[in-house]
Nanobody
Framework: QVQLVESGGGLVQPGGSLRLSCAAS????????MGWYRQVPGKERDLVAT???????NYADSVKGRFTISRDNAKNTVYLQMNDLKPEDTAIYYC??????????????WGQGSLVTVSS
């Protein structure tokens, strides 16, 4: 059993900042990719950013230069620093991880979701 627990969402004014955290726990041999996705009600879940265990990073064009993803492999935790937030960043943010609970098994795990609201 592997769980992802998110924290850090909330309400912020346009131009403000928030930091999301996501910690993985349970039976974990390794985690290859960790990332963040977001979803607005009625729309598809979209990629925000991903980071591999080796540090390779990918961002959606809409967040480049404003968001920073980072990872602490020793703590199995991924972070998303969000700066210069805009109303269009309002969404539920989901943490995602590609986990190997054993060397031969693979799981895709999602967090519970964190609501980020950008509004004045």
């Amino acid at each position: 059993q592997v769980q992802l627990v998110e924290s850090g969402g909330g309400l912020v004014q346009p131009g403000g900042s928030l930091r999301l955290s996501c910690a993985a726990s349970g039976s974990i041999f390794s985690i290859t990719v960790m990332g963040w996705y977001r979803q607005v009600p009625g729309k598809e879940r979209d990629l925000v950013a991903t980071i591999t265990s080796g540090g390779t990073i990918n961002y959606a064009d809409s967040v480049k230069g404003r968001f920073t993803i980072s990872r602490d492999n020793a703590k199995n935790t991924v972070y998303l620093q969000m700066n210069d937030l805009k109303p269009e960043d309002t969404a539920i943010y989901y943490c995602n991880a590609a986990v190997r609970p054993t060397i031969v098994r693979f799981l895709e795990v999602w967090g519970q979701g964190s609501l980020v609201t950008v509004s004045s």
